[in-house]
């Protein structure tokens, strides 16, 4: 089942980046993970549609960084491109308070670390509600189907983003031209992402499940970049 756009947020044109620096530094009496591992818990505040970039720096001990939305999607990083750094990119879809947890990989070590935080321009956000349930078209091995589409216009630079709640999604996207993108995790369980991916006129979003009988509500999203000048 699927409904209309609901929501639109941004400009396509927009204000430029935003950064900080924090400090901060893991001491025994920092709360812990299930696996004993000590962090310290940052807020951000997010009020537009901006890619997150977090990134943790340390030369005491090994980093583990997990970024949080405001409804409770994690995406977490160890080492970033092969560097002793944790750095997490994320397009910023929710207004309100983003929680980083900065945290160490294992239970050993600890002391004092850097947090840089960037917010990049403002992006427009058209999200889409929609629902998998026994009233949708069926694939061949089983599973619904919900089928979207989406007018590009020259120039677009987009990502088409899946939140799913309830089920594991799945997203197919094919191109004007018939070229075709699936992803399944991008980072999260509960997040799956295509793009960016450019070309004028309609393209089809299908959100699907990994597995036959899976049903539930979920946010497509598609996020259009600011233009650059």
């Known amino acids: ?5 609901i929501l ?25 993970r299930d696996g004993g591992e000590l962090f310290d818990a940052h807020t951000i505040k997010v009020t537009d549609t901006r890619k997150l970039t977090v990134r943790m720096e340390s030369p005491l ?7 949080r939305s405001p409804s409770g999607v994690e995406t977490v990083n160890d080492d970033f491109d092969g560097q002793e750094v944790s750095q997490v990119e994320v ?20 002391g004092a670390y850097t947090l840089d935080v960037t917010q990049g321009p403002i992006a427009r956000l058209e999200v889409t509600e929609g629902r998998l349930d026994y009233a949708d078209q069926v ?5 619904f189907y919900d089928t979207h589409t989406w007018e590009a216009s020259a120039g677009d630079q987009v990502i088409f983003e899946l ?22 995790d991008a980072g ?21 499940s990994n597995a036959v009988d899976e049903t539930g509500a979920y946010d497509l999203r598609v996020i259009v970049l600011p233009k650059v000048d």
Not at 61 to 67: E, G, K, M, W
Not at 167 to 177: A, E, R
Not at 189 to 203: E, L, M, S, Y
């Open 1 to 5: 089942m699927r409904s209309f756009l």
């Open 8 to 32: 639109a947020l941004g400009l396509a044109l927009a204000a430029p980046s935003a950064a900080q620096q924090m400090t901060g530094s893991l001491d025994p009496t920092d709360s812990t």
């Open 61 to 67: 001990f090994d980093t583990y960084l997990i970024v």
């Open 91 to 110: 397009w910023a879809t929710e207004p309100g308070e983003w929680t980083v947890l900065a945290s160490q990989y294992s239970s050993e070590g600890g």
């Open 139 to 143: 694939a061949l091995k089983g599973e």
């Open 163 to 184: 939140l799913s709640l309830g089920f594991d999604g799945y997203l197919v996207v094919t191109s004007p031209s018939g070229r075709v993108w699936r992803n399944d």
């Open 188 to 208: 999260s369980t509960r997040i799956a992402r295509v793009g960016p991916v450019a070309a004028a006129g309609k393209w089809r979003i299908d959100v699907t």
